[in-house]
Structure formats: C-alpha cells, structure tokens
C-alpha cells in the first residue's frame, strides 16, 4: 500500500480539481548524453519537489544500468516491486502501477518506479509502445508532478522514446565537449515525429566547470535555458549513491539556486 499523505492527489478524487492542480504540475522527461548527470538532475527536482509537499513520482528507466540501485541506499526503501512488472504486464492499469510503486521512507510525498539490482531488459518479456504509454498516461492519475529520468540510448528505449513524445517538457541535458554535442546530433534525427514538439524543450548545460565560461557554453551548445554548476557534494553523493540527501556545502549553492530556477519555469513551483 502506497505511504502518501491523506487526501492527496495519490488518492483517486471524484471531486473537481483545485485551481493549484489545474494550473501547476505535469509530465517531465529528462534526456541527454551519456554522463550528463540526467539522474542526477532528476533526482534532486524529485526531492525539492517531495521537500515542497508535492506528492511526485520518479520514473527511472535505464534497463541497461539499473539506477534504483545508485540513488540511495536499499534501507530508505519501504519495498522492492520492479519496473519490469508493469511493463511485462498485457493491460497496464492504474492498480498495477500503484502497485509496483517503491516508497521511500524518508521522503513520503515521493515514490519512485525502476529496475531492480541485477535485471536487465531481457529479465521480462518484450513490451511495446502501448504498455509504455498506458504507463506514463496512469502516472498522470496517480500523481500531479512525474519525473522520467530517460536512457541515453532511444533507438533501443521504448520506454524513454515514449516518454519523450509523451510527456509535457523535457529537459534535454549537454556537457560542454564536443562528445556530448556529437552524441547529441547523432540522436536527434531518430526524434523527427510529429509528435516531438520542440518548443517543449529547455536546452539544459550540465556540470559546467568554472573554466568553462558562457561564451564557451553558448558556443557548444547554442542557447541554453539552464546552467548546472559543477557540485564536488553532488559528486560526492552521486559516488556514495545517496543522492536524496541534503545539500549543505556552500559549493552546492549555485546548484541549488538552479535546481529551484528549473522547478519554478517547467512546474510552476
């Protein structure tokens, strides 16, 4: 059983929804090279968010590296349901879903969805578009902000292809070096569908150093929405997978002032 405050939005409503519901909240895909810090940044809007009182899911859908495992330590964690249960499943409802949802024991407005330890995309049966985007549109119910933190690799992630065309805003991440915007031009011709809205998107410069100046960012990656500072702490959890922890080194203040910039423009919070 899901540990959500009562009467939140986790709990189904048959009453009209409130001014705050309509106007605020939605879907958020985040997307980008490998190694640009996409969980990292998904994890820490999920706790501002969960922090503010606003009940939150966290989509993890890497199948390749598993990062359930890398976020925070298995104690925090109410249970193990995994990802795979739900997309190996025919009818994906919204029972099923709250079902497989993992709670964590810290952070109560927040759950989270992912792999387990150990599994990989060939530990289920194959799943198809329709399961992915029964799923995302049952995250829709369940909670008024959703985090999908995406694989790299779309040409073989149904899952994080889906929750790109699906989702409301998508946060597509860069680190300023020439792999990161190689990578970036190799993937973008494999998103020209219809339903790929590129006025959705907030170019994103991730763990920009300080020798990196904006002249050099603006010229690797064009106009970038956001700047996210490189944070020796942020490492530094990331490494120890505690990444729900507090950020209180002074190094982490212009990464938080960020964090809070990003969650004001693509949520209303």
Known sequence: MLNFKKKSIFARKTEEKTEEEI???GVLAIWGSPGSG????ATKLAKYLADKKKNTVLLLCDMTAPMLPCICPPSDLEHEKSLGSILAATHVNEALVKHNM?????????TILGMLKG??????????EVQAGDMIEN???????VIIDCGSYIAND?????ALMESDSVLRLANCDLKSISYLSSQLPLLRDSK??????YKVGSNLKPQQSVDNISQALGSVAFKLPHSQEV???YLAGNLFADLTMKDSRSFRKEIEKIAKEVFGC
Do not use: C, M
């Not at 995250?139 to 902000?145: G, M, N, S, V």
């Not at 790929?196 to 998107?201: F, L, M, N, S, Y």
């Open 235 to 237: 490492e530094e959890q």
């Open 119 to 128: 599994e990989n995309e060939y530990t289920y049966p194959p799943y198809t």
């Open 196 to 201: 790929w809205d590129a006025d959705k998107q």
């Open 158 to 162: 149904i899952l994080s292809a889906v």
């Open 139 to 145: 995250l829709r119910k369940i909670a008024p902000f």
């Open 38 to 41: 996409k969980t990292i940044l």
């Open 102 to 110: 993992i709670t964590h024991k810290k952070l109560s407005y927040l």
């Open 23 to 25: 106007l605020h909240g």
